[in-house]
């Protein structure tokens, strides 16, 4: 049974839930030296998202960093930053994905001295046309992804919607407020609270339908302790605000965050559209407030009791306080968790969730794949390492009796793919692409 669910799982296509893939033509025009200088196009894809982060706190200096990782920055030079850095962190799961990717992609064990350049040239001639079909279907065994795009601050309108499902991020629709740019988008002015619940409709109604879910990573800035504001009172709060940002008091400006927060949540209801929000570690290093981080999963359960109709998914399984998660799925009929980003942050920490999750919470609530990346050629990595710790855990609990071998088509299913399209509604999300194509006026 053991290899049986080895195979099983390598067989099943995961939903990936959660990404920040650039769309390709962003990564082709970058190859051809026409696009965003900053989208990495050789050795430093590898090293451009996350792998960074831990090199830079095991010594790395953030000076050399940004040279290693500036496009101008010739390879060789790359390299010589790089290597030594890459040699102090390789056991961790950051960088343990970079030679899963390297890998799968290139047939190669590792990066090393001898075939860096290779592989850089490799990266860059594989950006071709339709290449993240390619990676993500062919090589990394992914139905579709679910991006939370940075190219657009709240909906981006990809060329691959089948491929690559967008979010609605509300981040600067409520706490972190993009008031000029959101309006300026929606051509509307604003001068009143009651202008921008008008603006935030318009995103809605415009977005919405199309968007598979909405996001909020708000969770980096602030506690997630979002307390209940009606209009009337954050009415002139907001009006203050629009006058001088940076007049008004921290709890004035929370209670305006609050109001709109929960505004925004009602919108998810009445678009169906799961809520995504950001639990646990933060990316990068020296920023993290691990007390505000403790403090994620208590904040949430006010917040889950006042919205029983809406649906949320909490991501990164709360790490380092994963238990916490377990014990909000299993209370409450409306939270959901994601392993998005969590399988690369600590692997065995993985293991252990799945193990814990299965055996305390519905299987029906978990979603165990998002490669949260935005480099397109580190996800089949990560999704490989995903695999590698679900069967661990699966095969432990058979082993040890606590899962019957006639569960497991069922279970693996479920968790990797088929929670996502009962959670998501993915087919209707492509049916109004395609209501909007075929209604958009002809060239």
Request: with cysteine; glycine share 4%; net charge negative.
């Amino acid at each position: 049974m053991s290899n049986e669910i080895e195979k099983l799982i390598q067989q099943t296509p995961f939903v990936d839930t959660h990404e920040h893939l650039w769309d390709e033509r962003t990564r082709l025009d970058a190859a051809n030296d026409s696009g965003e200088r900053s989208v990495p196009s050789d050795i430093a894809t590898l090293f451009f998202h996350y792998a960074d982060a831990d090199l830079v706190s095991a010594g790395l200096t953030p000076e050399d960093r940004a040279k290693a990782l500036n496009s101008q920055t010739d390879v060789d030079e790359k390299w010589r930053i790089l290597g030594p850095a890459y040699a102090r962190t390789r056991y961790t799961g950051y960088l343990q994905n970079v030679r899963e990717s390297v890998r799968l992609l290139f047939g190669e064990d590792d990066v090393t001295d001898s075939n860096y350049r290779e592989i850089s040239d490799r990266i860059r001639k594989q950006i071709q046309p339709r290449y993240y079909y390619r990676i993500l279907r062919e090589v990394a065994n992914i139905e579709y992804c679910q991006v939370n795009s940075f190219e657009h601050p709240v909906f981006h309108l990809t060329e691959y919607p089948d491929l690559l499902c967008q979010d609605l991020s509300f981040v600067g629709l409520s706490t972190a407020l993009n008031v000029r740019v959101v309006s300026e988008h929606a051509k509307r002015e604003v001068r009143s609270l009651q202008d921008w619940h008008e603006v935030l409709d318009w995103v809605f109604t415009t977005y919405g339908p199309k968007a598979i879910a909405m996001k909020n990573q708000s969770a980096y800035g602030r506690r997630l302790d979002y307390d209940q504001v009606k209009a009337e009172d954050a009415a002139p709060l907001f009006a203050k605000y629009l006058s001088d940002p940076k007049g008004v008091t921290e709890a004035e400006l929370k209670a305006i965050q609050d109001h709109l927060f929960h505004y925004c949540i009602e919108k998810s209801v009445e678009y169906r559209l799961p809520v995504k929000l950001h639990t646990g570690y933060y990316a990068g290093w020296n920023s993290m407030h691990l007390h505000r981080v403790r403090q994620n999963a208590s904040d949430l359960c006010p917040i889950l009791m006042a919205h029983p109709n809406a649906r949320f998914i909490l991501m990164h399984i709360d790490y380092p306080y994963q238990d916490e998660a377990i014990a909000l799925a299993k209370q409450f009929p409306n939270a959901y968790i994601d392993m998005c980003w969590a399988w690369i942050i600590n692997p065995a920490a993985g293991v252990r969730f799945v193990r814990e999750f299965l055996m305390a919470a519905s299987h029906k609530k978990l979603l165990t794949f998002g490669g949260d990346y935005g480099p397109v050629e580190m996800v089949p990595g990560h999704a490989a390492i995903a695999r590698k710790g679900l069967t661990q855990a699966i095969r432990s609990l058979v082993k040890e009796d606590w899962l019957k071998s006639r569960d497991v088509p069922d279970v693996v299913d479920s968790i990797m793919r088929g929670n996502a399209h009962e959670i998501f509604d993915y087919k209707g999300t492509l049916k109004m692409w395609e209501m909007d194509r075929t209604q958009a006026p002809k060239s």
